[in-house]
T-cell receptor
Framework: QQQVKQSPQSLIVQKGGISIINCAYE??????FPWYQQFPGKGPALLIA?????SEKKEGRFTISFNKSAKQFSLHIMDSQPGDSATYFC?????????????FGQGTTLQVKP | DGGITQSPKYLFRKEGQNVTLSCEQN?????MYWYRQDPGQGLRLIYY???????QKGDIAEGYSVSREKKESFPLTVTSAQKNPTAFYLC????????????FGEGSRLTVL
């Protein structure tokens, strides 16, 4: 019940296209859903995050869509650029005795072809 | 510049040796975390600490130990009991343990020969 399942494992998109990464969770007590971006050899960095009181959050070309009833959330990257090529992780946290520790998905390696 | 510093960036050790990875933060954050990253498995939590002199096991604590004697430091020791220690280790911190937003260091890659 603590798992976060992420798909696809890898994704290749042409420059200018839309990249879509999906995540599903089981624990209904989760109340914070961030996405992290990681470049090779670096630590992950927070990209965008959402809480369940909204269904969508947009920051520039990055959008999180959140479906509370389906217990799913997704990251959309509009007008994908070669510089977006990285590994993306979804995560979730919250619930009783919340310690702030994040449960991460397995990661998606995105390659944007020029 | 505020941030999290991990050292060393690369470390090679022989099987059976204990190694200690350093993590220092100057963000004045209360909570600190150690994650292990393996290809295709995401980030898995090893240990976390919400305050000084206190820490809890994460999901894969076996074969690891930590200490939190100072707010800014959270070293991780990979002991000889860890069966498969070769991995990329990430240290992170957050302002408080319940905020959810983590700031990561650049990681330490440990290779056991």
């Amino acid at each position: 019940q603590q798992q976060v399942k992420q798909s696809p494992q890898s994704l290749i998109v042409q420059k200018g296209g839309i990249s879509i990464i999906n995540c599903a969770y089981e624990n209904t007590a989760f109340d914070y859903f961030p996405w992290y971006q990681q470049f090779p050899g670096k630590g992950p960095a927070l990209l965008i995050a959402i809480r369940p009181d909204v269904s969508e959050k947009k920051e520039g070309r990055f959008t999180i869509s959140f479906n509370k009833s389906a217990k799913q959330f997704s990251l959309h990257i509009m007008d994908s650029q070669p510089g977006d090529s990285a590994t993306y992780f979804c995560a979730a946290s919250g619930g009783s005795g919340n310690t702030g520790k994040l449960i991460f998905g397995q990661g998606t390696t995105l390659q944007v072809k020029p | 510049d505020g941030g999290i510093t991990q050292s060393p960036k690369y470390l090679f050790r022989k099987e059976g040796q204990n190694v200690t990875l350093s993590c220092e933060q100057n963000l004045n954050h209360d909570a600190m975390y150690w994650y292990r990253q393996d290809p295709g498995q995401g980030l898995r939590l090893i240990y976390y600490s919400q305050i000084v002199n206190d820490f809890q096991k994460g999901d894969i604590a076996e074969g690891y130990s930590v200490s939190r004697e100072k707010k800014e430091s959270f070293p991780l020791t990979v002991t000889s009991a860890q069966k498969n220690p070769t991995a990329f280790y990430l240290c992170a911190s957050s302002i408080h343990s319940y905020t959810g937003e983590l700031f990561f260091g650049e990681g330490s890659r440990l290779t056991v020969l």
